[in-house]
């Protein structure tokens, strides 16, 4: 069955970067969507930056714009963080739509969307 596993996450510093890779198995990544999500303690599980792998589109949440980046590359999707802030600090999950879309999809965020998920990994900025 499908199986994501994330790593990556640590303690930074604000302002400094790290970068998330999630490996996707048991399915060959073609016009999907891949995502990933945040949640810190007490809040709801957020999207913060989708990847359509058929045409790369992407989506990010305001407040990661311009400091996030999500690529795709074979079966790993990766999330580049730049210029962390506190509040960036949350569990990250990358999650999987292995369903196919068509060419210009602009993949959805909420967490409904997605079928699959991994552990988790923990980031902390202080």
């Known amino acids: 069955h499908v199986q994501l596993v994330e790593s990556g996450g640590g303690s930074v510093q604000a302002g400094g970067s790290l970068r998330l890779s999630c490996v996707v198995s048991q399915y060959t990544i073609s016009r999907n969507c891949l995502a990933w999500f945040r949640q810190a303690p007490g809040k709801e599980r957020e999207g913060v930056a989708t990847i359509y792998t058929g045409g790369v589109t992407t989506y990010y949440a305001d407040s990661v714009k311009g400091r996030f980046t999500i690529s795709q590359a074979k079966n790993t999707v990766y999330l580049q963080m730049n210029s962390l802030k506190p509040e960036d600090t949350a569990m990250y999950y990358c999650?999987?739509?292995?369903?196919?879309?068509?060419?210009?999809?602009?993949?959805?965020?909420?967490?409904?969307?997605?079928?699959?998920w991994g552990q988790g990994t923990q980031v902390t900025v202080s």
């Open positions: 999650a999987a739509d292995p369903s196919t879309y068509p060419a210009g999809m602009v993949c959805l965020h909420s967490v409904n969307d997605y079928n699959y």
